[in-house]
């Protein structure tokens, strides 16, 4: 599997969202610099463990679906 690539938009949101969470739950402020750094930590080693379950997910939800369809042939 490749890196995760967030839009910038999305990346924006995501060190915004970083850099509240350390403010509101560890009384810490964090640049954009150090927000971003964690972000990258965050989608290099954890990001990955995240994918690979949501697409077994998906798997398990379109194999639920395909019996289903089977289920209604006569």
Do not use: C, W
Not at 13 to 19: F, G, N, R, V, Y
Request: aromatic share 8%.
């Amino acid at each position: 599997m490749s890196n995760i690539e967030l839009s910038a938009e999305n990346k924006k949101t995501a060190i915004m969202e970083i850099k509240q969470f350390f403010e509101q739950e560890r009384d810490e402020v964090l640049g954009d610099l150090a927000s971003d750094i964690i972000l990258d930590f965050i989608l290099e080693k954890i990001g990955p463990h995240i994918y690979n379950q949501a697409v077994a997910d998906t798997q398990m939800y379109m194999s639920e679906k395909v019996e289903d369809l089977y289920a209604l042939m006569k």
